[in-house]
């Protein structure tokens, strides 16, 4: 919980209420069920997982995440002894992602937006999908809200365009050329490894 509530307040992440398609995703979930071939079951099974994200445990979740105070992560991974090899993975994983949740670097601070300056009215009909959408912390890798959290912005894409995380210099008369940082390739890599070994801590397939 201290590692994870320290990289995302470290890395600018939104709390998952404050996505822009919250609300938007919600309406029509209900809208969809009341709409759809869905059997009674898997209608209230649905209802009862929408319910924990707006005012349940899955909301009270995700709040504590966000809002957690943190224990000493650095001197607790020194002193952590893993019970099996996942989880020595894991504490591996979490040590050689300390520069992810100190410093004053941020993976918001590579939020660039190579179109900005030749907007056309198209790209003002379909605004970009902003880095906040793209890169945020989610309750589950695969329940009806993420899914179709991950449907919404996917078909954005298809309509405008995303803003990636990209290193970038902005050129000066005392600009030091062809020096950039690494930190969204270093920040993808490592993001990817701690995914991976989360879906073999949840079983998931």
């Known amino acids: 919980m201290s590692f994870m509530s320290l990289f995302i307040r470290k890395n600018g992440?939104?709390?998952?209420?404050?996505?822009?398609?919250?609300?938007?995703?919600?309406?029509?979930a209900i809208e969809s069920l009341n709409c759809s071939?869905?059997?009674?079951?898997?209608k209230e099974t649905i209802e009862k997982l929408l319910e924990s994200y707006v005012n349940g445990e899955i909301s009270l979740f995700l709040d504590n995440l966000h809002d957690h105070t943190p224990i000493d992560v650095v001197k607790a991974l020194e002193e952590y002894n893993p019970a099996n090899p996942l989880e020595t993975r894991l504490i591996e994983c979490f040590r050689s992602g300390i520069r992810f949740i100190s410093g004053d670097d941020s993976i918001m601070n590579y939020w660039y937006d190579a179109h900005s300056e030749s907007v056309s009215d198209y790209c003002e009909e379909y605004p970009p999908v902003t880095l906040d959408r793209i890169i945020r912390y989610i309750y589950d890798l695969n329940?009806?809200?993420?899914?179709?959290?991950?449907?919404?912005?996917?078909?954005?894409?298809?309509e405008a365009y995303p803003q990636e995380p990209t290193s970038f210099?902005?050129?000066?008369?005392?600009s030091k050329l062809f020096i950039t940082g690494d930190y969204p390739e270093k920040f993808a890599k490592w993001f990817l490894e701690m995914v991976k070994i989360a879906k073999e801590i949840t079983d998931y397939e």
């Open 13 to 28: 992440l939104n709390k998952f209420k404050d996505c822009y398609e919250f609300d938007f995703l919600f309406e029509w």
């Open 169 to 174: 210099l902005i050129l000066q008369p005392e």
């Open 143 to 158: 329940d009806f809200v993420c899914n179709q959290l991950e449907y919404t912005v996917n078909q954005e894409i298809q």
């Open 37 to 42: 071939d869905y059997e009674d079951s898997d």
